[in-house]
């Protein structure tokens, strides 16, 4: 079965641009099957994955390029960098558009190769796993998340609101395509696959880490802080490993694109803003696993569960800007006095505030701190509150309820 991406659109255009397209994400995410889909007759598909073709493209690299000329796809090129400078001497031989589509599940060494090896001539593009758009609405095609009244109406069309107990369920199962798609599939099973798979291969690869339970650790620390702000010496401590340590190993989770640094949003107006980033696990279901959640109902009822919340609300918000090719305008607000805006869309200098709730009646004291954001912007947009109300209602004149079913 095949769930039409979101992608599929900003990939088809961007590939009568581009002589090169490298699509990242984390593993099992659909990068192969969105391209496989995509791809048609004329293209051929090769998988580094195959250890025969992984070592000719190592070592006989343009020898690889005549055996597999353009139009290829490429799968998993992290594993052969070598192929990075002849891929760029093909193309400007060539100099036509769509001639290599590459997929990569690392960033960390991948991204170094690939903008000095083919810096202007590369588009990079980012798939995380299915959105809640995806699923509910499959194949109608949204633009980036913006929380003005149109772009909200219009995202309610035609999609149900879900309930308190479908939110929770989706939360804790996650977004990898093989959970959503087959919901027979053993949930802790695949998890557990998951992270070993990506213990021994991805992490191995990315850093020398001796100690592969220590990472481990490193790894369920940093679920268990999802939607806090970055505290690295916590986390360090967690793992019984040193600071530097764990700053080298959260960038390993980064490049992965397992994590999400949501940045403050800075002004040089005032100096009362805290600097440090929030994380966010970008695959809730991945992040009830290690914190060892056993079902929808413990998590819904559970210390974690208004963290879990804004953590879906902002990588469904994420995947909307990512999935639609753009870059992903987002940032929060806080203060030393501890006063918060839980997101920021910034978007030609307008200011887009937005809370998460999980609650079915927020009112007017939920948008209290909105107003601070007037030393930092001169514009401020209409935002509010995206919360578990079925429908949008307004809270004043400029902020409304936002449901959870328009993201």
Request: aromatic share 10%; hydrophobic share 40%.
């Given at each position: ?113 690939v903008?000095?090896?083919?810096a ?64 027979s ?9 998951y ?5 021994q ?42 600071p ?37 696990f ?107 109300v ?17 993201l």
């Amino acid at each position: 079965m095949y769930l039409p991406r979101t992608l599929e659109v900003f990939f088809a255009q961007a590939t009568e641009h581009f002589p090169v397209l490298l699509l990242s994400g984390p593993r099992q995410v659909g990068k192969t099957t969105l391209l496989q889909h995509l791809r048609g007759e004329e293209r051929e598909y090769v998988t580094l994955d195959d250890p025969l073709l992984r070592q000719m493209a190592k070592d006989e690299p343009a020898l690889f390029l005549q055996r597999f000329p353009a139009p290829v796809l490429i799968d998993e090129i992290q594993y052969a960098p070598e192929l990075l400078p002849h891929i760029k001497i093909a193309v400007d031989r060539q100099r036509e558009a769509g001639m290599f589509w590459l997929t990569g599940s690392q960033q960390f060494h991948l991204m170094k190769g690939v903008t000095e090896s083919l810096a202007g001539r590369v588009g990079v593009v980012h798939l995380l796993g299915l959105s809640h758009r995806e699923i509910a609405a499959p194949g109608e095609h949204f633009p980036p998340f913006l929380p003005t009244h149109e772009n909200l109406l219009k995202r309610l069309e035609g999609v149900e609101s879900p309930d308190l107990r479908t939110v929770y369920q989706r939360i804790w199962r996650g977004s990898f395509p093989a959970l959503v798609l087959q919901p027979s599939m053993d949930r802790d099973l695949f998890y557990g696959s998951y992270v070993q798979t990506y213990l021994q291969r991805d992490v191995r690869d990315l850093a020398n880490v001796g100690n592969e339970l220590s990472f481990l650790r490193f790894l369920r620390a940093a679920a268990a802080r999802t939607g806090q702000l970055l505290n690295l010496a916590e986390m360090a401590r967690d793992a019984d490993v040193s600071p530097n340590t764990a700053k080298h190993w959260l960038s390993i989770l980064q490049a992965s694109e397992l994590v999400y640094l949501l940045e403050p949003y800075f002004s040089n107006v005032t100096k009362r803003l805290v600097k440090r980033p929030k994380l966010y696990f970008l695959d809730t279901g991945l992040g009830a696993y290690l914190t060892e959640w056993s079902s929808p109902e413990t998590l819904e009822a559970g210390a974690m569960s208004g963290a879990m919340l804004e953590t879906w609300i902002v990588s469904e918000i994420l995947k909307s800007y990512w999935h639609n090719g753009r870059r992903a305008p987002l940032y929060f607000y806080r203060d030393k006095d501890q006063k918060e805006v839980d997101l920021l869309i910034v978007k030609d200098n307008v200011v887009y505030p937005l809370e998460c709730k999980k609650s079915a009646a927020p009112d007017r004291r939920n948008v209290k701190h909105f107003s601070l954001l007037e030393k930092l912007s001169p514009s401020i947009g209409p935002g509010g509150v995206v919360c578990l109300v079925d429908r949008l209602l307004p809270i004043n004149e400029k902020y409304q309820l936002i449901p959870l079913s328009t993201l």
